[in-house]
């Protein structure tokens, strides 16, 4: 379970930074509780762990059970962790990203690139590089052929590296 904290708490920080980090530690603490509880046990404030609460929610990695209060007639949400969710969310997320990683490894397979000799962050493809006559916009330096293999390499790598993880 402690493997499942981690993974939990980070995702909560890639959507809300520490408050959401806070929330989560908050309602793996308590169990099933209101936001308004974990409002006053993490110190964050009702209307951030609102937030919180339905971005996870929206994801379905934490869910809520709403009851009526009978005195006020106002709902009560009771919001709890879902474990069984958070192995779905993230590889939901490798099989986006791994998308994207085949898209861009095609696209840098099927492009020659070129880069300004004076600007170290000019890069561009052939059919850019002809548009402005191989001058770079920003400078005016001159465009060179730029060797791409390392960038291939790398995205190489994490492909396998994600298909291996989603393959266990």
Request: aromatic share 10%; charged share 35%; net charge positive.
């Amino acid at each position: 379970m402690d493997a499942y904290k981690d993974e939990l708490l980070k995702t909560a920080k890639l959507f809300g930074g520490e408050d959401a980090t806070k929330v989560i530690k908050t309602l793996l603490e308590l169990g099933e509780t209101t936001d308004d509880v974990i409002a006053k046990e993490s110190g964050v404030s009702l209307n951030i762990v609102r937030k919180v609460l339905y971005k996870l929610y929206d994801y379905s990695l934490i869910s809520c059970a709403r009851e009526r209060n009978d005195k006020t007639g106002w709902y009560i949400f009771r919001w709890k962790v879902q474990p069984s969710q958070l192995d779905a969310f993230i590889r939901i997320r490798k099989k986006r990203m791994l998308g994207k990683l085949k898209n861009r490894l095609e696209f840098e397979k099927n492009h020659s690139f070129f880069i300004c000799e004076k600007c170290s962050d000019v890069r561009v493809t052939f059919e850019e590089a002809i548009e402005s006559a191989f001058r770079c916009g920003k400078c005016g330096g001159q465009f060179v052929s730029a060797n791409n293999t390392e960038i291939i390499e790398e995205l190489s790598a994490r492909i396998m590296q994600l298909e291996k993880e989603l393959s266990n």
